[in-house]
T-cell receptor, first 111, second 113 residues
Framework: ELKVEQNPLFLSMQEGKNYTIYCNYSTTSDRLYWYRQDPGKSLESLFVLLSNGAVKQEGRLMASLDTKARLSTLHITAAVHDLSATYFCAGIIQGAQKLVFGQGTRLTINP | NAGVTQTPKFRVLKTGQSMTLLCAQDMNHEYMYWYRQDPGMGLRLIHYSVGEGTTAKGEVPDGYNVSRLKKQNFLLGLESAAPSQTSVYFC????????????FGPGTRLTVL
């Protein structure tokens, strides 16, 4: 059974700082997904990581995948207030095309 | 393209009432999914479908039924609503390729009194 755990679950940081959200998963998942959710809104796809060693970057966000360590990271560089949101990672159950989500990391960026 | 749409956006039910949530997608996706989101628990899969006429149980299927009579629509039914079904429900769809990126609808906020 695939389990996905994120840490931290809550993160408060100052603008301009760097930080990393970690996503660990319990069994083989050769793809990993990152989503963003603003309060009261739906989920928006950020990154799809399709293979070991994959790295994707969009603006101040960078995601990476290490399938051997069963770890994905979402790195925030020089945070700005607009990045305040809840971030979810999700692994996939192979052969079934079902995502399993982590609990989410609520990120608050203070001026 | 509208993407994934859901109706209704909000609903309040009394215990024991029934209702159907409708999800529609215009991306010609094969796969469709229903999730519920509760505080502190992320998203949990209720039921999903890998094609027209097929459905399968997810992680938390009890108390729900689904149907996929048309490729573009996926219906979620509550036959006898319970307060434990108070939640935000999201529908998603994806293509059948390896990328399997799921696109989400705006959500339905359901309260069961």
């Amino acid at each position: 059974e695939l389990k996905v755990e994120q840490n931290p679950l809550f993160l408060s940081m100052q603008e301009g700082k760097n930080y990393t959200i970690y996503c660990n998963y319990s069994t083989t998942s050769d793809r990993l997904y990152w989503y963003r959710q603003d309060p009261g809104k739906s989920l928006e796809s950020l990154f799809v990581l399709l293979s070991n060693g994959a790295v994707k970057q969009e603006g101040r966000l960078m995601a990476s995948l290490d399938t051997k360590a069963r770890l994905s990271t979402l790195h925030i560089t020089a945070a700005v207030h607009d990045l305040s949101a809840t971030y979810f990672c999700a692994g996939i159950i192979q052969g079934a095309q079902k995502l399993v989500f982590g609990q989410g990391t609520r990120l608050t960026i203070n001026p | 393209n509208a993407g994934v749409t859901q109706t209704p956006k909000f609903r309040v039910l009394k215990t024991g009432q029934s209702m159907t949530l409708l999800c529609a997608q215009d991306m010609n996706h094969e796969y469709m999914y229903w999730y519920r989101q509760d505080p502190g628990m992320g998203l949990r899969l209720i039921h999903y479908s890998v094609g027209e006429g097929t459905t399968a149980k997810g992680e938390v299927p009890d108390g729900y039924n689904v149907s996929r009579l048309k490729k573009q629509n996926f219906l979620l039914g509550l036959e006898s609503a319970a307060p434990s079904q108070t939640s935000v429900y999201f529908c998603a769809s994806s293509s059948s390729g390896r990328r399997n990126e799921q696109f989400f609808g705006p959500g339905t906020r359901l309260t069961v009194l």
